[in-house]
């Protein structure tokens, strides 16, 4: 036992399979801790309503947190007001005596809300009236719910890529269509159940926005594939799930959060998609513009790497003349031959068993099997052992041909389809070469000799 678990191939095999889920648990434990563990403030905007008190507010909030806060003095309330409307600030507050007020927006998070009451209070001595310019709706009291639509969007936008690999007859133009047609379905879905739920307002143009990014996450990932090949999945899953859902500001607003999430929040998807539906729900449109110019960005780059990909391998297939291959199965293993006896722990299991006998039901040695795809091309060829037994495992779901050949025997063929997770038994039987009549065997005897 203790040979079997030192053998190199367990080890590479573990190795192998187990990365991606190392990946995910190091990405959600380090990632998601420091990205939500502990939120501080920093260089949060709020304006205040007199240019003479905000050097002393100011001062007020640098003892209370060092560099947490940046004052924006503004000439009267109104003007506050509009800072916070217009999304200049995260805040604001006039610091008038005896009616001291702070406007906030429960729309920016429900744990920005809850900072800038809990620190400007002490400053009004108590008398402090918390004004909401910007309530959410009544079925997302912490301002959060928003989050968790972005992941419904998002995360099946990566996982469609991952699962339309194994579709090795699918085309690249179908896959383009379908990635349409998926990121179309989430979008009106996902706005329909939430608006349902009164997480969100019932405004559609949510909707464009939604299909915007859900095709960003997955024509990008696409064209990953082709880069990162059998790192891909890792590559993709920390951008656009691990990274993208910790920068977003969904839970913990992007000024609360450690430089580099502070710095990823305006670059990736999730947190532009977040930006914008806050805007278009909750401030009139106000700063959607730049979130979708990130968006149509992304998107961009997505086309131009499929694109550049297939026209890649339109070229390297003029030059080598060989069949094009547009995209490659990283999560299936390669059809390989397998021994048909002793398989170990950690080696490929077969798919295909069968074996070879003649017609009298002697078994045949060294039969060759091919398997060919349905366009001809041989996906693994292998031979039978001393009891005419074969084993093939890692072949794609799709039709494949099996054709069986041995010397002075018939050759026969057979078409079936194979599905992954679903093993087969094809069993053969080969037939005699006819007899040739004595003038034809007499000529092809000639024939060997000369």
């Not at 003479?52 to 640098?62: I, M, N």
């Not at 997480?199 to 559609?204: A, D, K």
């Not at 449109?285 to 026209?311: K, Y």
């Not at 995209?327 to 390669?334: C, N, S």
Request: aromatic share 8%; charged share 15%.
């Amino acid at each position: 036992m203790a040979e079997e678990l030192a053998n190199p191939s367990i080890t590479r095999t573990l190795a192998e399979n187990l990365w991606f889920p190392v990946v995910l648990f190091l990405g959600f434990a380090v990632v998601y801790l420091a990205a939500f563990h502990r939120p501080q403030p920093h260089e949060v905007p709020v304006a205040v309503a007199d240019p003479v008190a905000a050097t002393r507010v100011q001062s007020r909030l640098d003892e209370v947190s060092p560099g947490g806060f940046h004052v924006v003095a503004v000439p009267d309330g109104q003007a506050a007001r509009e800072a916070v409307l217009g999304r200049t600030t995260s805040g604001a507050f006039t610091p008038d005596a005896k009616h001291p007020v702070l406007y906030v927006a429960k729309a920016n998070g429900f744990t920005l809300h809850s900072l800038l009451t809990q620190t400007f209070t002490p400053l009004a001595n108590g008398k402090l009236a918390v004004v909401d310019l910007a309530p959410t709706v009544a079925g997302d009291p912490l301002g959060n719910g928003l989050f968790y639509l972005l992941i419904s969007w998002g995360l099946p936008s990566y996982f469609v890529v991952m699962m339309l690999l194994r579709a090795v007859g699918l085309s690249r133009r179908a896959r383009m269509l379908t990635f349409v047609g998926w990121a179309a379905f989430l979008s009106v879905a996902g706005f329909l159940i939430a608006h349902a739920m009164d997480v969100i307002p019932g405004n559609p143009a949510a909707i464009p926005l939604a299909f915007l990014s859900s095709l960003v996450v997955s024509l990008v990932s696409q064209g990953l594939v082709p880069i990162f090949k059998q790192f891909f999945p890792g590559v993709a899953v920390t951008l656009f799930v691990i990274l993208s859902s910790a920068s977003s500001g969904g839970i913990i607003p992007p000024q609360m959060q450690p430089a580099l999430f502070r710095a990823l929040h305006p670059i990736l998807p999730m947190g532009n998609l977040n930006d914008a539906l806050r805007g278009i729900f909750y401030f009139h449109g106000t700063g959607v513009a730049g979130h979708v110019l990130v968006l149509c960005a992304w998107l961009a780059l997505g086309i131009a790497l499929n694109v550049g990909h297939a026209l890649w391998l339109r070229r390297k297939h003029t030059q080598d003349e060989t069949p094009p291959v547009e995209d490659p199965v990283l999560e299936m293993p390669r059809p390989t031959a397998l021994p048909t006896h002793g398989h170990r722990f950690g080696e490929l299991v077969p798919m295909l068993i069968g074996t070879v006998r003649s017609t009298t039901g002697d078994r045949v040695a060294d039969a060759i099997l091919t398997v060919t795809d349905g366009k001809g091309r041989q996906l693994v060829r292998t031979t039978t052992d001393d009891e005419g037994a074969f084993a093939v495992g890692g072949l794609p779901e799709q039709f494949v041909h099996l054709v069986v050949t041995a010397p002075g025997r018939q050759p026969t063929a057979r078409r079936t389809f194979f599905r992954e997770g679903v093993f087969r038994r094809e069993d053969f039987v080969l037939a005699p070469e006819p007899a040739l009549p004595q003038g034809e065997a007499a000529f092809a005897r000639s024939g060997r000799q000369y």
